[in-house]
T-cell receptor
């Protein structure tokens, strides 16, 4: 199993540009989540999904959209990038119930 | 707030010493999980302790849970330089909501 994969690893955007961060998992996990990590702030939950077709907002959803058309994929869209979205983004997945969460390697995004 | 709060924020010790990190939380939980993050990497699950357990061991790791005080501790015995990382706790309510929240973590530095 490849686990949780994220692309790209690094990205630089200009203010106002849009882009999609890709996340995929091959473990048949129903739950998937997106976090951002900023220095001194820990991980903050952006959006999460409990299954295909079902998504919901986390702590910091503004400026981000998600969709979940398949169990495997959970892309995160930045509609109009802002410097405040400069961060490291992590995707994670897990099985329903009380189980460990698996994290991807992260995408480091810089918005100029 | 559904995340845990780790304490201390930073901990610096010598190889061979024990490292103790604490976690406090506010909600009722089904279990509590500890994760490690090496610099520039995603989080990796270390250990899960269920609400009906008081102590759990895994190799050099010992986790305790006191649900009456809503607190947990992670002890790493005989620390090694390779244990240098950030450590996060995640209180899990075990519901079908799928959300898992993380705090700011404890940055552990183990000097050779």
């Amino acid at each position: 199993n490849a686990g949780v994969t994220q692309t790209p690893k690094f990205q630089v955007l200009k203010t106002g540009q849009s882009m999609t961060l890709q996340c995929a998992q091959d473990m048949n996990h129903e739950y998937m989540s997106w976090y951002r990590q900023d220095p001194g702030m820990g991980l903050r939950l952006i959006h999460y999904s409990v299954g295909a077709g079902i998504t919901d907002q986390g702590e910091v959803p503004n400026g981000y959209n998600v969709s979940r058309s398949t169990t495997e994929d959970f892309p995160l869209r930045l509609l109009s990038a802002a410097p405040s979205q400069t961060s490291v983004y992590f995707c994670a997945s897990r099985l329903p119930g009380s189980n460990e969460q698996f994290f991807g390697p992260g995408t480091r995004l810089t918005v100029l | 707030s559904q995340q845990g709060e780790e304490d201390p924020q930073a901990l610096s010790i010598q190889e061979g010493e024990n490292a103790t990190m604490n976690c406090s939380y506010k909600t009722s939980i089904n279990n509590l999980q500890w994760y490690r993050q090496n610099s520039g990497r995603g989080l990796v699950h270390l250990i899960l302790i269920r609400s009906n357990e008081r102590e759990k061991h895994s190799g050099r790791l010992r986790v305790t849970l006191d649900t009456s005080k809503k607190s947990s501790s992670l002890l790493i015995t005989a620390s090694r330089a390779a244990d240098t990382a950030s450590y996060f706790c995640a209180p899990d309510r075990g519901s079908t909501l799928g959300r898992l929240y993380f705090g700011r973590g404890t940055q552990l530095t183990v000097w050779p």
